[in-house]
C-alpha cells in the first residue's frame, strides 16, 4: 500500500518563502509530482522528481530524498495568486499516482 | 492546447437513479483516472483504465464502474446513487510511464438527493 502525508494548512506572508513538506512510504517508486489547485478549479502540473536532488522552476522548486522518503516544494517571493492547495503525489509500482490529501497554503498581504 | 472535458460541471440526482459521468480527452492519452475528491481527504482513486475496453480497480471502487470503449473517452457509472457519493469528481488521463504528469478535467460537483 502507499501512505503519503503532507500538513493540512499553512499560512504565510506575501514576500517570503514557505516550504511544503511530504514524506511518503510506497511499495515501488517512481517519482514525485506537486500539482497547484486553486479553488473550483482542476489540478495542474507544478514538478516532477524521480532522482534525489533539487528541482528549480522560477519561483518554485521541488527536492526530493527517495532514502529518507521524503520531498519538499519551496515557493519564493509569495503572491497572493499563490493561495491555493497543493497536491503531492507518489507514482508507485504500479505506475499509477497516488496522491496526498493537499496542503491549503493562505497567503496574506 | 490540450484538453480534458468532463460532460457537466454541476450535476443534482436522486438516489437510487443511475448516473453517468463523461470524460474526454483530446491527447491521445493511453491512461485515463476517475477521482473522487472530498474535503479532508484528497483524491482518491476509483478505476483507471491504461488501454481500450481495460480497466483496474482504484481504492474505492464500490458502487462504481467504468466504461472505455474508445481510446479517448472514459465514463464513469454510479449504477445507483447514494447520498454518500455526494461529492467533487476528477477526470484525469496521461501517458504511460514515468515523468508523464496527469491532465485533469474541470471536475463534475454531483450531489445525490
Known amino acids: 500500500g502507499q501512505n503519503i502525508d503532507q500538513p493540512t494548512e499553512m499560512t504565510a506572508t506575501e514576500g517570503a518563502i514557505v516550504q511544503i513538506n511530504c514524506t511518503y512510504q510506497?511499495?515501488?517508486?517512481?517519482?514525485l509530482f506537486w500539482y497547484q489547485q486553486h479553488a473550483g478549479e482542476a489540478p495542474t502540473f507544478l514538478s516532477y522528481?524521480?532522482?534525489?536532488g533539487l528541482e528549480e522552476k522560477g519561483r518554485f522548486s521541488s527536492f526530493l530524498s527517495r532514502s529518507k522518503g521524503y520531498s519538499y516544494l519551496l515557493l519564493k517571493e509569495l503572491q497572493m495568486k499563490d493561495s491555493a492547495s497543493y497536491l503531492c503525489?507518489?507514482?508507485?509500482?504500479?505506475?499509477?499516482?497516488?496522491f496526498g490529501r493537499g496542503t491549503s497554503l493562505i497567503v496574506h498581504p | 492546447d490540450v484538453k480534458v472535458t468532463q460532460s457537466s460541471r454541476y450535476l443534482v440526482k436522486r438516489t437510487g437513479e443511475k448516473v453517468f459521468l463523461e470524460c474526454v480527452q483530446d491527447?491521445?492519452?493511453?491512461?485515463m483516472f476517475w477521482y473522487r475528491q472530498d474535503p479532508g481527504l484528497g483524491l482518491r482513486l476509483i478505476y483507471f483504465?491504461?488501454?481500450?475496453?481495460?480497466?483496474e480497480k482504484g481504492d474505492i471502487p464500490e458502487g462504481y464502474s467504468v466504461s472505455r470503449e474508445k481510446k479517448e473517452r472514459f465514463s464513469l457509472i454510479l449504477e445507483s446513487a447514494s447520498t454518500n457519493q455526494t461529492s467533487m469528481y476528477l477526470c484525469?488521463?496521461?501517458?504511460?510511464?514515468?515523468?508523464?504528469?496527469?491532465?485533469f478535467g474541470q471536475g463534475t460537483r454531483l450531489t445525490v438527493v
Open positions: 491527447m491521445d492519452h493511453e491512461n
Open positions: 522528481n524521480v532522482l534525489d
Open positions: 503525489a507518489v507514482l508507485g509500482g504500479s505506475y499509477i499516482p497516488t
Open positions: 510506497t511499495s515501488g517508486f517512481n517519482g
Open positions: 483504465s491504461y488501454d481500450v475496453k481495460m480497466k
Open positions: 484525469a488521463s496521461s501517458f504511460p510511464g514515468q515523468g508523464n504528469e496527469a491532465f
